[in-house]
């Protein structure tokens, strides 16, 4: 009896650990969502992809073509229903170069609701038409941002309660002292999404994802995420610049926000399917609200935005 009670008490101590560190995984996670997704309610910004495949010798990336570079203004709104953690999001990209792009937009609406997936349309002004950006099927990555290597998926917001989460230890990324927890889906979440798990090198101090390795279904390092460069807007911390780079495929996007401003006064109205279609709809409200960017002071936290 007393050899039962020595062994069940040592498995106690045993677990105790292992509960706490599941525990403050996902206490790191939701501050990362604090700091991620409810530091700020709306968003004007000004973004530059440049893609290319590449080739790696000497241990140095390089592009073997040349890369192709996309300018695109970025408008997004949200806001957090009664009762609810998660909030509703929505959000409107609008490419302005290359000329041959230009006004291709894509719009998102998110939803705090549970386990209802993104709704997420494309308007190619070449064919005149709005498609749907359909989610992750059984063997297929969710559609691509204009042609990048940034899908869908990853441009969504990720929501706590769509993954269990693991703290794998402590590191450090680019001089930062990280925590490095891995993000695994839930059942529910795992029918929409392309990726087995992640691990994400999660700033101490700041609460922002620096890194990230996201592996497939199957196990496969499939992409890597890395930030460049963050910057403080007023008082939110965000990354400016990153790279995602695709293992498999050797393609690599190069992401940049040249100008931010936040808490502008979005027209909810805006970010509709009004705005994919009615071009001067869409470029008068366009016209208010890049007023508030920047112009190359990298970004500014802003009151409101009076049409």
Not at 35 to 50: G, I, M, Q
Not at 202 to 228: A, P, T
Not at 236 to 252: D, G, H, Q, S
Request: charged share 30%.
């Amino acid at each position: 009896m007393k050899t039962a009670c020595r062994i069940f008490l040592a498995a106690l101590v045993l677990a105790a650990p292992t509960a706490a560190l599941a525990q403050d995984a996902r206490d790191i996670m939701i501050k990362v969502d604090d700091a991620t997704n409810h530091s700020y309610s709306s968003s004007v910004r000004l973004v530059k992809f440049s893609t290319c495949r590449y080739s790696v010798a000497g241990g140095k990336l390089s592009c073997t073509e040349k890369p192709r570079v996309v300018i695109f203004e970025s408008f997004s709104k949200s806001r957090r229903p009664a009762g609810r953690r998660d909030n509703d999001n929505k959000g409107l990209d609008v490419i302005i170069q290359p000329i041959s792009d230009k006004n291709t937009a894509m719009l998102s609406w998110g939803y705090a609701e549970d386990d209802k997936a993104t709704d997420s349309w494309v308007y190619l002004p070449i064919l005149s038409k709005v498609k749907r950006i359909v989610s992750v099927a059984d063997s297929n990555e969710s559609g691509a941002v204009f042609g990048s290597e940034v899908s869908a998926e990853d441009a969504d917001v990720k929501k706590v309660r769509d993954y269990t989460y693991k703290l794998l230890g402590e590191d450090t990324f680019r001089g930062r002292p990280v925590w490095k927890i891995e993000s695994t889906p839930t059942a529910s979440r795992r029918k929409r999404s392309y990726y087995g798990r992640i691990v994400s090198f999660v700033d101490k101090e700041r609460f922002i994802v620096l890194k990230e390795d996201l592996y497939d279904r199957s196990g496969r390092h499939y992409k890597q995420y890395s930030v460049l460069e963050t910057k403080q807007i007023g008082n939110v911390w965000m990354a400016t610049k990153a790279v995602m780079n695709n293992l498999t495929k050797r393609r690599i996007t190069n992401w940049e926000h040249t100008d931010v401003a936040l808490n502008v006064d979005i027209d909810e109205e805006f970010l509709s399917q009004r705005s994919l279609t009615d071009f001067a709809y869409r470029e008068r409200h366009m016209q208010v609200y890049r007023k508030y960017l920047t112009q190359g002071n990298a970004g500014t936290q802003q009151g409101a935005a009076k049409q």
